[in-house]
Nanobody, 116 residues
Framework: QVQLVESGGGLVQAGGSLRLSCAAS????????MGWYRQAPGNQRELVAT???????NYADSVKGRFTISRDNAKNTVYLQMNSLKPEDTAVYYC??????????WGQGTQVTVSS
């Protein structure tokens, strides 16, 4: 079993920045695709960004150019740097570790609130 613990959420004004971190309980990063997803009230959970074992990244169109996902395999940690935040970025952000069909794990989520 893999445990993922997110941190770094909070309240920020529009145009500001936050960095989210997700630490894994064991070293899975070398083979797992790591990702960030978010869910706003009344909406379905949606992809924000992923980074695979080869460090290739993928972003939702809504965050391209503003968010950056990165991974530190030595620290078992994945980051999401969020710049130029907008009120519509307000959501609970979830960390995900996926290597199908072996495993698909979620963190508990961290709240990000962007005020206008």
């Amino acid at each position: 079993q893999v445990q993922l613990v997110e941190s770094g959420g909070g309240l920020v004004q529009a145009g500001g920045s936050l960095r989210l971190s997700c630490a894994a309980s064991r070293n899975i990063f070398r083979v797992y695709t790591m990702g960030w997803y978010r869910q706003a009230p009344g909406n379905q959970r949606e992809l924000v960004a992923t980074v695979d074992s080869g460090s290739s990244t993928n972003y939702a169109d809504s965050v391209k150019g503003r968010f950056t996902i990165s991974r530190d395999n030595a620290k078992n940690t994945v980051y999401l740097q969020m710049n130029s935040l907008k009120p519509e970025d307000t959501a609970v952000y979830y960390c995900n570790a996926r290597l199908l069909p072996i495993g698909n794990y979620w963190g508990q989520g961290t709240q990000v609130t962007v005020s206008s």
